[in-house]
């Protein structure tokens, strides 16, 4: 069992510039989470996908946030422009949903500074 | 390698009984440990853990650590069906790591 496998797990970047966060979840698993850690927040959910399909994206902060869920083995997190209050730990969870409370699985995360 | 394993994976017990879970970790330089529970989609916070032996305690939950054996306990009193959830460890490093742990699912039966 490889776990949640989420890459890059450092990425520093300017200002203005795209940044994509890659995210391969539990092979079986249909639920898909992207969450963001900070400090003054602590751990947000931004979006989440049930059978690759977006279900509540009500976390996602603006609209330079988008994720993706081509397939049920990759999904993607994209800022574009990126900014310095991006910076965190953005991590992605996967689940099997079976009609109750899911046990979410989480990846290692993925740091990302943006100077 | 960096881990943190929960136990038990599952529990199951009666309303108004005790429980107890636990979260042993082994992780290089060590700054704190976190509890979460997650009942639908988000967890959310319950303890930030950074000194051994000092209680700290919300309403019937209560939770330690102790970092000379490198684990924490949460206690929940007088469960009732409410407290049913995942209950998510998670250890932060100072190397600013963050690795969670595998959950133990909890289920009160009225």
């Known amino acids: 069992d490889a776990g949640v496998i989420q890459s890059p797990r450092h990425e520093v970047t300017e200002m203005g510039q795209e940044v994509t966060l890659r995210c391969k979840p539990i092979s079986g698993h249909n639920s898909l989470f992207w969450y963001r850690q900070t400090m003054m927040r602590g751990l947000e959910l931004l979006i989440y996908?049930?059978?690759?399909?977006?279900?509540?994206d009500s976390g996602m902060p603006e609209d330079r946030f988008s994720a993706k869920m081509p397939n049920a083995s990759f999904s993607t997190l994209k800022i574009q422009p990126s900014e310095p209050r991006d910076s965190a730990v953005y991590f992605c969870?996967?689940?099997?949903?079976?009609?109750?409370?899911?046990?979410?699985?989480f990846g290692p995360g993925t740091r990302l500074t943006v100077l | 390698e960096d881990k943190v394993v929960q136990s038990p994976l599952s529990l199951v017990v009666h309303e108004g009984d005790t429980v107890t879970l636990n979260c042993s970790y082994e992780?290089?330089?060590?700054?704190?440990l976190l509890w979460y529970k997650q009942e639908k989609k988000a967890p959310t916070f319950l303890f930030m853990l950074?000194?051994?032996?000092i209680e700290k305690k919300s309403g019937r939950l209560s939770s330690i650590l102790d970092k000379k054996e490198l684990f924490s306990i949460l206690n929940i009193t007088a469960t009732q069906t409410g407290d049913s959830a995942v209950y998510l460890c998670?250890?932060?490093?100072?190397?600013?790591?963050?690795?969670f742990g595998k959950g133990t699912r909890l289920h009160i039966l009225p």
């Open positions: 996908f049930n059978n690759n399909v977006p279900i509540d």
């Open positions: 998670a250890v932060e490093s100072r190397d600013d790591k963050i690795i």
């Open positions: 950074t000194s051994s032996g």
């Open positions: 969870a996967s689940s099997f949903w079976s009609g109750s409370t899911d046990t979410q699985y």
């Open positions: 992780v290089t330089n060590f700054r704190s």
